[in-house]
């Protein structure tokens, strides 16, 4: 099974820099598609006694695991991250592949992939990446970042001594902070004296098995709050709506009428009544303890899993996408016609670039992205959010969020009735709408109040539009991606589309370059004492750019796979480099590639169809080729002339001129990928 390795901290901050510098561009994303600052609009947003820059932020999930995920998702925009959900249980053996984002998103994995320790830290090293490129002068103009912890399960596990130590760690994480900034390399020296944040994070988002008892949920999330200090939001599931409503929109409005939801999730899942008096309660703790309590919309839906996409082992699968949009946006509905605004809700579920500034109307904080930067173009796809959302504050004449709420349905004047204005100050509400002026001035200590019933008015105005929007229903997706019918090659993509790299989440999949043509390949054989050649036909390149998979970074979720036009899947089909000799030893089931340096000694290690050899280079040294029946050292400009050591039999050259081309290709200092960064380290005095 893959299993994802973090990537050493001084590889990840040397090759960020030197990306930037050389390609303008980080982990594998052009610097074209980074968020450039608001210019004249406030997009920040207060959030539980912080502030977040903008809005905007990555889900609990596959892009808030890794370091540089979270990196990605600050460079375009992102000021919320929702760090992936960790348990006590943080050895598991999650089904591959696990994520199917063809047109509805579905998946099968399960919390985290790293150990608790590991987690702690790719969350510190991504703060202190953060930090680094804000005082390298690269970070927008919206700097302020919150950091948001996720856990689960159950009471037991969340108040065990790892998962208190887990939250502790991230609330004091001075002792990490230090020991990373020891291994700040000496290229990025003048990043060594800078004052990280040891406070990571003090927010927290509840996340509960499907069927978790609401009594559980209540006991979690007062541990929480009261024992551990920390502000909680709860995220709840869409089956609150009710068996009878959550079918009527799934099936019968949205057509979805292939997606069966389990009787158990609704058995078993918290009912209405039990939130209602539950947030009550948790509300009022909150407000004693001085803390912020929140809910969020939604975690995903359990379905049956009717694809063939998954193991047959998996007969449940999670639904995301946009028809959870709409079953999320149902609920916010019901929750305010409830609650009012008492309560801040942070939502993710269906969001994209269409509908990512609706959800902000709706004063909706924050709004999280997972399912749509798994699609074609990655984070890439996050620049439009943002940018959609300043076109749309534009349009109504709003410079902060809390004025966009109230002009962007044109509720502004109707959201003055009822709050029991003065004639005086309800004129002047009316004029600085008409005039498009200051609203927070013309209303005053009433402003807050202005905002709420504007946002309560949007959020059923939205709802309404919803329900009749033909681009949530089965019929307004759009087709899956298409297959061409040809199977993936170890070299030479049929169609060189790249799709592969933007979708995998941790920049995995990368591009380099081999010099397109035909390589004659030779077969030495050992002869009466000496050697003799024989022709082996020839090794073709037609395309320069070649693909590979960075196996430390890859947990075989098979996203790749679904984009790309061929069959057999990148992360299965295309050259694997392991990011350590040990890594590639412990897993003789997979083929691969991995380097070693000693001194000035490279070894490559490599793995075809289970067979290993090696080939070792150094400078002014012959090529070392060995392994199983041979060891034989040689020139490879002229290898029958050079040709020394010994042979059971006849030695192919074929895999030698393949990993001669690939060593090149891959170790090349300016190919900035995490082997050449590692082993420029490695060389490093």
Not at 234 to 251: C, H, M, W, Y
Not at 270 to 296: H, I, S
Not at 548 to 555: M, W
Request: glycine share 8%; net charge negative; charged share 20%.
């Amino acid at each position: 099974m893959a299993e994802l390795t973090p990537i050493p901290f001084a590889v990840l901050a040397t090759r960020l820099f030197s990306e930037l510098e050389q390609k303008k561009a980080a982990f594998d994303l052009p610097e074209r598609f980074f968020y450039a600052g608001s210019g004249p609009r406030d997009l920040s947003l207060p959030l539980h006694g912080a502030r977040a820059g903008t809005p905007f932020g990555p889900a609990a999930g596959p892009h808030t695991q890794m370091a540089q995920n979270i990196v990605l998702a600050w460079l375009v925009g992102g000021r919320f991250m929702e760090l992936k959900t960790v348990q006590i249980k943080d050895e598991l053996d999650i089904p591959r592949p696990c994520i199917d984002m063809q047109t509805v998103g579905f998946n099968v994995e399960w919390s985290q992939e790293l150990r608790l320790a590991q987690s702690l830290e790719e969350y510190v090293k991504a703060s202190m990446l953060i930090e680094m490129l804000q005082a390298s002068g690269r970070a927008a103009s919206c700097q302020d970042t919150v950091f948001d912890m996720s856990v689960g399960y159950d009471l037991a596990g969340i108040s065990s001594p790892p998962v208190r130590d887990f939250l502790a760690g991230l609330m004091d994480a001075s002792a990490v902070v230090e020991r990373l900034r020891a291994q700040i390399p000496p290229g990025l020296a003048r990043f060594r004296d800078l004052p990280y944040r040891s406070r990571i994070s003090d927010t927290l988002t509840l996340s509960t098995f499907h069927g978790c008892p609401p009594g559980e949920i209540e006991a979690i999330a007062r541990f929480l709050l009261r024992e551990m200090g920390l502000n909680v939001v709860v995220k709840l599931n869409p089956t609150l709506l009710g068996r009878e409503t959550l079918l009527d929109i799934l099936q019968r409005r949205l057509g979805h009428t292939e997606l069966e939801v389990p009787d158990a999730a609704f058995d078993n899942d918290p009912k209405w009544e039990d939130v209602t008096g539950m947030v009550e309660r948790l509300g009022t703790l909150a407000a004693q303890l001085g803390r912020g309590f929140g809910v969020k919309f939604s975690n995903t839906l359990l379905v049956k899993n009717h694809k063939t996409f998954f193991p047959a082992s998996e007969s449940q699968m999670y639904m995301s996408g946009l028809p959870l949009h709409v079953l999320a946006m149902a609920l916010v509905q019901r929750f305010r016609a409830a609650f009012g605004d008492r309560f801040p809700v942070s939502f993710s579920a269906g969001i994209d670039e269409d509908n990512f500034a609706d959800a902000v109307a709706l004063g909706l904080k924050p709004v999280t992205v997972c399912s749509d930067l798994l699609k074609m173009g990655g984070y890439g796809r996050a620049i439009k959010y943002l940018t959609a959302l300043e076109a749309r504050m534009d349009a109504v004449g709003a410079r902060s969020i809390d004025d966009y709420i109230v002009r962007a349905y044109g509720h502004g004047a109707a959201a003055l009735e009822g709050l029991g204005l003065s004639p005086q100050r309800a004129q002047a509400c009316r004029s600085a709408l008409a005039a498009n002026t200051d609203l927070a001035s013309a209303a005053g200590a009433d402003y807050s109040r202005w905002v709420s019933a504007a946002l309560l008015l949007n959020t059923n105005t939205y709802v309404e539009r919803l329900l009749q929007d033909p681009r949530y229903s089965r019929a307004g997706h759009p087709a899956p991606p298409k297959k061409i019918g040809s199977q993936l090659a170890l070299f030479d993509c049929t169609i060189a589309c790249n799709k592969c790299l933007p979708v995998c989440p941790n920049d995995a999949n990368f591009a380099y370059a081999i010099p397109p043509g035909s390589y004659p390949v030779e077969r030495l054989v050992p002869a009466g004492g000496g050697w003799r050649s024989e022709p082996a036909g020839e090794l073709v390149f037609a395309r320069r750019r070649q693909l590979g998979n960075f196996a430390d970074a890859c947990n075989e979720c098979g996203n790749c796979d679904v984009f790309c036009p061929e069959d057999g899947g990148p992360y299965r089909a295309k050259a694997r480099f392991f990011g350590s000799a040990a890594a590639w030893k412990e897993t003789p089931e997979r083929d691969g590639f991995a380097f070693a340096l000693d001194g000035d000694i490279l070894t490559m290690h490599g793995r075809f169809d289970g067979q290993e050899v090696l080939m070792e280079t150094s400078r002014g040294s012959k090529l070392r080729y060995a392994g199983k029946g041979f060891d034989i050292r040689l020139d490879l400009a002229d290898p029958i002339g050079t040709v020394e050591g010994q042979a059971d039999g006849p030695v192919d050259l074929r895999r030698l001129r393949v990993m001669d081309l690939v060593r090149s290709a891959v170790t090349d200092p300016r190919a900035n990928n995490f082997i050449s960064t590692g082993l420029l380290l490695a060389a490093a005095p």
